[in-house]
């Protein structure tokens, strides 16, 4: 059976949780971005059982960060710059290579961070993409330009193999739930600049903190 919260899926709703993320203030909400994920991998995994190494890597990464919030420190866990500043001065972090924190929100952060850049590249070619274009070239074109930088060569393989079975664009953008091609490419104008928003901004902040290469 497929469970309610599937059939409710709509790209809108996940764009909207990104948007919810930002603060006036620009601090990025935690619990929002999470959310956003959740969102991002019940879409992956309505693609196929192909992807289900991915998604896997995602959940666990969602759940450390859950964690984190519903834990005993969860206060500064609330926005991503109150869990930098508060895993730096606590020194929660390992900063140059894997030792006694592997499970830092800094470093799970990180990862999800990166596979947002890759997911604002792959949804800029969807928006400018023609009804020939094809989805497996423009997430691999996209994987390659951002996330496949920080893997091994194993992981790129594998990625690169689910990527030719990414279903064709109009059954992709049927899956997006969003309505017509033009709907879908109006969702995706308007909210493409949010996620470039929250993953500048969460650049931004990892950039000063010189925390862009955590192990
Ligand atoms: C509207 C379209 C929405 C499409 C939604 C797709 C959501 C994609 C979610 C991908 C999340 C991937 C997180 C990967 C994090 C990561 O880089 N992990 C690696 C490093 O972690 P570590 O703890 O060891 O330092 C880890 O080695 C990763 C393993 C899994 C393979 C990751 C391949 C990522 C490919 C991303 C593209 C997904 C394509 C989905 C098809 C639409």
């Keep these: 059976a497929i469970a ?8 809108q709703e996940v764009l909207d949780t990104f ?11 935690l619990e929002h971005y999470v959310a956003g994920w959740r969102g991002l991998v019940r879409f992956m995994n309505c693609l196929g059982s192909v992807f289900s190494f991915i ?9 450390i ?6 834990g005993e420190n969860g206060a500064h866990y609330v926005t991503i710059q109150s869990m930098v500043k508060y895993e730096l001065d606590s020194q929660l972090v390992d900063l140059t290579k894997r030792g006694s924190f592997p499970e ?11 596979a947002l850049r890759w997911l604002e ?30 893997h091994a060569w194993i992981i790129r393989k594998a990625a690169g193999t689910a990527f030719w079975a990414l279903p064709g664009r109009a059954t992709f953008f049927d899956v997006l739930n969003v309505g017509s091609p033009e709907q879908v490419m109006a969702v995706l104008g308007d909210t493409l600049p949010l996620i470039s928003e929250v993953y500048k901004v969460t650049e931004d902040l990892y950039a000063q903190n010189n925390i862009l290469e955590l192990p």
């Design 19 to 29: 948007k919810s993320c930002l603060s006036e203030h620009k601090e990025v909400f």
């Design 104 to 114: 830092s929100g800094c470093r799970t952060l990180l990862r999800l961070h990166r």
């Design 121 to 150: 590249l792959f949804l800029e070619r969807l928006r400018t993409s023609t009804e020939d274009s094809n989805t497996s070239v423009m997430c691999s074109e996209a994987y390659n330009e951002s996330l496949a930088q920080h």
């Design 55 to 63: 998604s896997k890597d995602a959940v666990n990464k969602i759940q």
């Design 4 to 11: 309610s919260e599937d059939l409710k899926f709509t790209l």
């Design 65 to 70: 960060l859950v964690n984190h919030l519903n």
